[in-house]
């Protein structure tokens, strides 16, 4: 396991950032976007911005305003392919693939769409790479919590060990011939934690075949995907900045991060959680135990694909920070990890895969742990 260095202070300072809300892109809700002025040497310093709701959340997409002629035709080219990816994996419209293999996998082999069968394997294989730690089957056991359908209810342990019979991505079998079946008839999938990751990296390799360089993408703000730079906007050659939530103070930010030329995913129960006899349950579960998450508050997954990074933010908030650095000095990902301190409303935050000039913290009380 990689060797952490620790040290509570607040570091890069530099000179204060004076930013405007199109200045943290997708931190903020709604965000919104606002010509500036253009810089004397007349190229663009202001964001061409362009949204469409799909899969339960808004996407949007930001450009340099002006650099390239085609970039609002292919934007709006990119969000059509993102309803279009909608409409295979959503498992809440009976007519797609997705659902048509909900309904008939336990019984029979199905066919399914090509874009489903990508990232059923995909998902798999990132199970097996995560011990577990992420799977697409664990529906069952939000349900039994009560968090599917927001009624929440502390099952016993033998309902928890009798659902576990039903989740495992070991029981999802993926044929040569294309076609998937499920081993167990109770099995479920559920793409969320995985498809609006998938439908970004779609987005950019539409950007990618237009010649589009400079570009960031989200997808409910919680998936995010930056390439080359924002222009002329104090980004400092970094790229594009973006603002973490500080989970135990919503209204307030945790830090500021730069992306460029990488994918970032966000997972975290700051929403969704209940309290039962003081003991606070939130709705990331650990498919192998089926018990809620503790301790951790979120985490942060960077990739070079945006549905790796949705799928090992997920992961990654089960595993916490011991086994995502041991997952990490494996394979090519980086993570940031924010753990509840001693002290009220205090965090700790690991990190790695993030140079220290990509991020500025805002609390700074805040405790800092990085890994080589």
Request: hydrophobic content about 35%; some cysteine.
């Amino acid at each position: 396991m990689p060797k952490p260095t620790s040290h509570r202070r607040e570091f890069l300072r530099g000179k204060a950032l004076q930013k405007s809300l199109t200045d943290k892109a997708f931190a903020h809700q709604p965000t919104r976007t606002a010509a500036n002025p253009i810089a004397p040497d007349n190229s663009p310093s202001y964001l061409l911005h362009i949204a469409r709701k799909a899969m339960a959340c808004d996407f949007q997409i930001f450009l340099n305003a002006g650099e390239q002629q085609n970039a609002t035709e292919a934007a709006v080219e990119a969000l059509d392919g993102v309803k279009e990816v909608e409409n295979i994996l959503s498992i809440h419209r009976s007519h797609t693939s997705a659902s048509k293999l909900n309904q008939d996998g336990g019984t029979k082999a199905v066919q399914v769409d090509p874009v489903l069968l990508e990232i059923l394997k995909q998902a798999k294989q990132l199970w097996r790479q995560t011990d577990g730690a992420f799977d697409i089957t664990s529906t069952a056991l939000s349900k039994l919590w009560g968090f599917h359908q927001k009624e929440h209810q502390l099952p016993t342990q033998k309902e928890i060990e009798q659902t576990l019979t039903q989740v495992g991505s070991e029981h999802l079998i993926i044929n040569e011939d294309g076609s998937v079946q499920f081993a167990k008839p109770q099995l479920q999938i559920n793409l969320g934690s995985i498809g609006k990751g998938y439908a970004l990296d779609r987005c950019h390799q539409h950007f990618a075949a237009h010649g589009l360089t400079n570009y960031l993408f989200h997808g409910g703000m919680s998936s995010v995907l930056a390439k080359g730079q924002r222009l002329n906007h104090n980004s400092h050659g970094l790229g594009w900045q973006i603002g973490l939530r500080h989970p135990l103070v919503p209204e307030q930010y945790l830090a500021h991060l730069w992306l460029d030329n990488i994918a970032a995913g966000t997972s975290g129960d700051a929403n969704q959680f209940f309290y039962n006899q003081g003991q606070r349950y939130g709705h990331i579960l650990d498919p192998r135990t089926g018990h809620p998450v503790e301790k951790v508050l979120s985490a942060t997954a960077f990739c070079s694909t945006a549905a790796e990074a949705d799928a090992l933010a997920t992961a990654f908030y089960v595993m916490g920070p011991k086994h995502t650095a041991e997952y990490c000095q494996q394979y090519d990902a980086g993570f940031l990890i924010v753990e509840q301190c001693r002290q009220n409303r205090a965090t700790r935050l690991h990190i790695k895969g993030i140079a220290q000039n990509q991020i500025e913290l805002i609390d700074p009380a805040a405790e800092v742990v990085f890994y080589n």
